[in-house]
């Protein structure tokens, strides 16, 4: 049996973050990749050196022929450089869903680079928040998931119940399902939130682990692609891919924070 084929649309750059950790991500998962470049990032250990944009157009053809043998099972997009990039997945996923109705969307709103430079401004996060009438699979972190809808983000760091107000509104907006990642807070375990139109809240408790990774949100969602285009439920797929971003940080760069053993009786 064949495996699924899940389509990525987002930048490069050369250390780590973008398509390449996508494709990592994705075959890991048992899928195959492919993948459209929408920047070619210059980046350095002070931030981003140049964007390197390439026009809306010139990416959504690059798409669209990188699937036009086989209509993807799942489509995931990480880097969209500018507010008019983030509309034009109106037009990619009308022509996309044209051939494979219901496809879903995996949307990594990715607002900043890992060393704060800032890729959507206040135009470019509007335009995230009417795309959600598309219905995508929406994947913050909290930072994100804060700058999106107005407030604080120092609230959905230290406190994980503020974060069901925050995912309900982005539900409102119109996203099919928003999980909202908890490694940038400050609770331990770490939790992920799953949240689904209509349904209750699922928390997903994962060990931390000390250290990071560039591009760990990119091989979140690119791995929750992949899951879901394989047929897995999106709960399950979210799951698999915490565990699987957290034994990559554990491989590369850091160590589980286990609790405190008991003390002896």
Do not use: Y
Request: proline share 7%; aromatic share 4%.
């Amino acid at each position: 049996m064949t495996s699924p084929l899940v389509l990525c649309v987002g930048g490069v750059a050369q250390n780590g973050p973008g398509l390449d950790a996508d494709r990592e991500a994705v075959e890991a998962a048992g899928a195959r990749f492919a993948g459209a470049v929408t920047a070619n990032t210059v980046q350095d250990e002070r931030g981003l050196v140049e964007l390197g944009a390439r026009a809306p157009e010139a990416w959504r053809f690059d798409a669209l022929a990188a699937v036009a043998v086989e209509n993807p099972a799942c489509l995931k997009s990480g880097l969209l450089p500018g507010p008019e990039h983030v509309r034009e997945m109106w037009h990619l996923l009308a022509q996309l869903r044209f051939d494979a109705p219901g496809l879903p969307w995996v949307l990594d709103p990715v607002l900043s680079s890992s060393l704060g430079d800032e890729f959507l401004g206040q135009e470019g996060r509007g335009a995230v928040l009417e795309v959600l009438e598309l219905g995508p699979i929406l994947c913050p972190n909290l930072r994100e998931a804060a700058l999106l809808v107005g407030i604080a983000e120092e609230e959905l760091v230290q406190d994980p119940s503020s974060r069901l107000k925050a995912g309900n509104e982005l539900i409102a907006a119109g996203a099919a399902a928003v999980i909202l990642k908890g490694g940038h807070g400050t609770e331990d375990p770490l939790l992920d939130l799953v949240l689904v139109a209509g349904e209750e809240p699922i928390w997903l408790p994962r060990a931390r682990v000390r250290g990071s990774l560039r591009g760990s949100g990119c091989r979140h969602a690119a791995h929750l692609a992949a899951l879901l285009a394989s047929g897995q439920s999106l709960a399950d797929a979210a799951s698999g891919a915490g565990a699987w971003v957290a034994g990559q940080l554990v491989k590369r760069c850091g160590e589980v924070d286990l609790p405190p053993a008991p003390p002896a009786l």
